[in-house]
């Protein structure tokens, strides 16, 4: 898992339930090479930026028997590539070591001159549970401190988009100057119903199915309104325009005045999106 890979590059064929999980698991460890010690630590196995003919490589005898794993498996102490003891000791045939030679030409150029005159030691197994890190709303974090939740939002927010219901408004109601949160949270902080809950959310989203909907597909025979039939039942007419319902509202805005002690107007847009300037 702390290979650099990129699954296009992975000389194999794989599912698409595993591809996925480690498309996620790449993207969200996606960190640039860029110092000494990064570059001795990168595995050379499966990595997106160690590529012989656009794949990335993999030998099994190499990894397993020999042990070598990272960049620094390859280079010995004085920055040597294919000098290191473990190249040294794994007594390689002529084609092993011909295919690690293929690796060495296959590690991009920049990473090979950054090691030149440098004599940095790097442990190369650093291996402890803390070292898988991933970048949480920017930060590092050790993977043992991420909770499922924590990671759940960090890939939600790197692939949210706003409704394109919200574009649809807008153009409507070109004057609409509430904040979208404001407006999704008001059903949660003014009711426990669910049912209401469930109809602002269908409302907000233009789902809900009035007679003019329904009449384009063709399941009903007309597109009046169910209450007054002189009508088209658009959602504004419905909850706004029809006569039955402005009833309705004049009814209760006069029982809020009696309450409130004050007179309180509706528009079409608080009725559609919600009334913030009451108490
Ligand atoms: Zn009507």
Known sequence: MQCHFDCRNLPIFMPGFYKDCLDAWSSLTRKEVFSYEDIMNQFVWNNKYILSRGKSLYHAFLHNTCGISKVGDLVSKDNIFLGSEKVLNAKLTLSQYFHLMGVVSAIPIEWRSTNKGKSVHVDPHPFIENSFRVPIRGEMFALSRVSSR?????????KEMPPAVQAKFKEEYPSLSIDWKEIY????????DTTLRVF???????????????????????PSCTFCKTNEESLEHLLFFCKIT???????????????????????VDVLFGKFDID
């Open 185 to 192: 949270s008001l059903a949660f902080n003014v009711t426990l």
């Open 200 to 222: 602002q959310y269908k409302l907000l989203n233009r789902i809900i199915f009035t007679n003019d909907k329904l009449f384009k597909f063709k399941l009903v025979d007309s």
């Open 150 to 158: 924590i990671l759940y939002g960090e890939f939600r927010s790197r």
């Open 246 to 268: 402005e009833f309705f509202w004049k009814e209760m805005l006069s029982w809020l005045a009696i309450l409130k002690n004050e007179r309180v107007d509706f528009s079409l």
